[in-house]
């Protein structure tokens, strides 16, 4: 869908009846409905964000922009607050290369870079 704002609770309400609170199925199968976040957002606002869509009803999350920050803290707790998990990571402009799937591995490898070597 379009992007909507957390705040607009009139566009949040049409796109939840639009969607049901299950998961739709098309034919035999199953909707899988992914909230996007991008990865630069404050973690204030991603808890918000989690809050007002959890209304709407989302089975996992993508987070966007990767590449453009530092810490990635706020990936692991948005998987915590919402219990739902991390199902792609994006790092870039180029579709679909720069679209990841969210192991274990590679949230390690964001949460505990190899290159935060100690200052002598």
Do not use: C
């Amino acid at each position: 869908t379009a992007g909507h704002s957390p705040r607009d609770l009139p566009k949040l309400q049409d796109l939840g009846s639009m969607l049901g609170k299950e998961s739709p199925r098309l034919e035999s199968t199953p909707v899988v409905r992914l909230l996007v976040i991008s990865a630069t957002t404050k973690s204030a606002d991603v808890q918000n964000i989690l809050t007002q869509f959890g209304a709407v009803g989302f089975d996992g999350l993508i987070f966007t922009k990767i590449d453009e920050s530092k810490p990635h803290g706020t990936l692991l707790n948005a998987a915590v607050w919402s219990r739902r998990p991390l199902t792609y990571f994006a790092s870039g402009q180029a579709v679909p290369q720069d679209i990841e799937v969210a192991t274990p591995e590679r949230l390690v490898s964001l949460l505990l870079p190899l290159d935060m070597a100690p200052e002598a």
